[in-house]
């Protein structure tokens, strides 16, 4: 019998290497971008020159007036060497990650049969320039000692305005990014919507997750739900303390894994509203039970297949996250399950986090937050997103409906996935993996919702 499992998706997995530095109240330090597109060294190149195996990367496309193309740095150069310390193709992106903005550095190559030294400046990352009506501000906050980036968008006429905190999925994403003319494929997640509330007389910040782009900290991999929820906290503290916030008026948009930070940080420090999309709301188990069942019949699996996978995956997933087994435990004791142990849990992670993360996530009472939070709530979900349910948005809805009646709704938005491309079923959505046009129709929504609860407040004020 076959068995299968497709991993949940809430966000795109991009794994990045860190870089450890001291926390202090100095500005956060820019990152470098090195403009080069290389390859591994050829065998046959390694070999001509002596190389040992894995040393050096080779150069395929240098960019003008950036990090490599200051040093001198051509297409074809074999670069064996960084800042004195041999370079291996398989720890680039971390060596990378340790330049920093305006410094020196020297670079080892070979250029034909020529070793060289070359020296270059390190050139940042290109800022956003915002527009005639938004200015970007990269600043950062302290959590738990590490410095974390925050990009921050502020209306450029002076005034009050309603602020706007985006939390992102549970994926090491950079957002990083120009906002104006992102596109909202897998570079520019959710840069549309970003965009939308930038434009729109809203101060807007985002936060980088520790170990990605100029944020401290890290690896993304080995944080636990515990620290890493608490940089949100330490974002929405920022936000409201900026004079140009209306305090009155800041809202909260989490997006997937983003939907349980929320209502979290909320409870602790009050906001306006919470609107989520591609959320869970249900204890955790429950959410991986559903996933194990309905993600393999959208990919066009049988029923018996699926009614197995969830038999095993449900002993599987109560051992290692209610029972707190390790994988390698679970393969002694329960040979039977170790196929899927093993495809569920590579490297002794679920979907590239810690099995902290989850275990922590599993333990938090989502309802109490929700019941706490005391804000206006819309919960949304896609008709195509077939990573998570109507059952959870409409169960937040009636949390807080019932603490504070006619205060949260839920639906579900068409042609939207959890990545809000356009795709009008949840089988073309899968198919497509993480690739479409996007939707704006939720960002409408949610401007929208937002422009009514504020009116609300007003009428209530007056």
Aim: aromatic content about 10%; overall charge negative.
């Amino acid at each position: 019998m076959r068995t299968r499992f497709i991993p949940i998706l809430l966000g795109v997995l991009f794994l990045h290497s860190i870089s450890v530095a001291t926390a202090n109240d100095e500005p956060l330090p820019r990152r470098a971008v090195l403009g080069l597109a290389f390859s591994p060294v050829p065998p046959s190149y390694a070999k001509t020159h002596k190389l040992d195996e894995g040393v050096g990367i080779l150069a395929t496309d240098v960019v003008p007036e950036k990090t490599a193309a200051s040093a001198g740095i051509q297409k074809d150069d074999i670069i064996i060497a960084l800042d004195g310390k041999p370079l291996l193709f398989k720890d680039t992106p971390s060596r990378v990650r340790e330049l920093i903005a305006g410094k020196q550095f020297t670079v080892s190559v070979i250029r034909k049969d020529e070793k060289l030294e070359l020296t270059g400046t390190v050139t940042e990352k290109t800022r956003d320039p915002g527009n005639a009506n938004y200015e970007v501000l990269y600043q950062h906050i302290t959590s738990n000692g590490q410095r974390m980036r925050t990009i921050i968008t502020r209306p450029r006429k002076a005034g009050k305005y309603p602020g706007f905190m985006f939390i992102q999925g549970f994926s090491p994403v950079s957002y990083d990014f120009t906002l104006e003319g992102s596109k909202g494929d897998v570079t520019t997640l959710n840069g549309p919507l970003l965009y939308e509330f930038a434009n729109s007389n809203f101060v807007t910040i985002r936060v980088e997750k520790p170990g990605v782009g100029d944020s401290e900290g890290g690896p993304f991999a080995d944080l636990d739900f515990t620290t890493e929820i608490d940089i949100y906290r330490q974002a929405l503290k920022q936000l409201k303390e900026m004079p140009e916030v209306d305090t009155n008026n800041v809202f909260i948009f989490g997006h997937s894994m983003g939907g349980a930070f929320g209502p979290i940080i909320a409870s602790e420090n009050p906001v306006r509203g919470i609107a989520v999309y591609g959320a869970a709301s249900r204890t955790w188990y429950e959410y991986l039970l559903d996933t194990l069942r309905y993600q393999g019949l959208v990919a066009g699996d049988n029923y018996e297949n699926t009614d197995e996978r969830v038999r095993l995956g449900s002993r599987a997933l109560a051992l290692v996250f209610l029972e707190n087994k390790s994988p390698e435990e679970v393969n002694k004791s329960h040979p039977e399950l170790k196929p899927l142990i093993d495809a569920l849990f590579p490297n002794g992670q679920f979907n590239g986090k810690s099995l902290e993360f989850w275990r922590q996530l599993g333990q938090e009472n989502m309802p109490s937050y929700w019941t706490q939070c005391n804000a206006h709530v819309l919960a949304v979900r896609g008709a195509s997103d077939f990573v998570t349910y109507d059952v959870d948005h409409k169960l937040i809805a009636d949390i807080v409906n019932r603490e504070k009646p006619d205060t949260a709704r839920s639906l579900t938005l068409p042609d939207s996935d959890h990545l809000f491309h356009k795709h009008a079923t949840e089988p073309d959505s899968m198919k497509a993996m993480q690739k479409g046009e996007y939707n704006l129709a939720f960002a409408t929504l949610m401007k929208a919702w937002i422009q009514e609860v504020m009116d609300k407040t007003s009428k209530k004020g007056s």
